[in-house]
């Protein structure tokens, strides 16, 4: 594979694109601390060839929201040279754990009953908030362990089919040719669309991340990101609980201009057909000397100053 590598390497070269187009690698899939050779082979064999490292993850939800999954990815981060960069190429969630075997059952029933569903492939829970706020609990620990980028698998279930052509892989925010072929109803954007496009749009490429320390609050997870002066704070509650959360950032200035968005089960404000509206504006947030928030099992708000 070396000699494969290098080869591919040494044409795109030749071809006047050095420095212009990366390889990236190892892209595999992993489940657990133990494979992280694959990024420490990369490494040692490859060298600069490999110009950004990747891996894929699709973990359990109890993996996720014990808050193990950023040890198994630490692990990873920590075999990437000096200089180099490690992004998630791929995140999903699979209730592969014992912990979540009534979840699994339930997403296998309820791809059973779907007329076009992959039974062995599907995550149908992407029907519901609560995968919204399991994507957002990961994405948060993604960061936290020094990744530079992270991709949501998948963005249309029209994608890729599994077992045969009308029996599709469920895990996109829409099924695009939903009117056209597997009812109207599939195209209408899912839940999760409006925690992750937020993320999107308010962790912006660029933005520097800050340490965000959760205490005394089982199941809530928060980052705080600046971009071009403007900072933004998301806070995700990833139990089933109501939780009362005080936030604090004793090194920041007053916000002046906030604007704040609620996700979660009846707490979202949408227009038209894909468009997650703020329920404040205008906002006057002192976080130096702490915010308190009451909020919903499996919700999450963000609070930011990126507006345009």
Known sequence: MGEAVSYFRGRLDAEGLAGKVELVGPDAAIWGPEEAWWVSRSRDELGDRIGLYDIHTYPSKCTVNSGEYTR???AYRREVPAGKK???GEIGFKFVEPADSLL???NLRRAAAHPNASTDDSQMFVYDPMYGTDMADALFQTIHAG??????WMLDDAMHFKEAPDKLKIWGFWNIFGDEIFGAGEERVRPWYYAWSLLCRTLRPGSDFFAADVR??????AVAAVKDGRRTVAVVNVSREPRRVRIECPGW??????TRYRYGEGLMRTEGDHTLLPDATGLRID???GAEYDMPGESMILLTEQND
Request: aromatic share 10%; charged share 25%; glycine share 10%.
């Open 72 to 74: 198994i990815l630490e």
């Open 86 to 88: 490690i992004v998630m």
């Open 104 to 106: 699994q059952a339930e």
């Open 147 to 152: 990744y530079s980028g992270c991709i949501a």
């Open 216 to 221: 005394g609050a089982a199941g809530v997870k």
């Open 253 to 258: 200035e007053r916000f002046r201009q906030a």
């Open 287 to 289: 976080f130096r000397s």
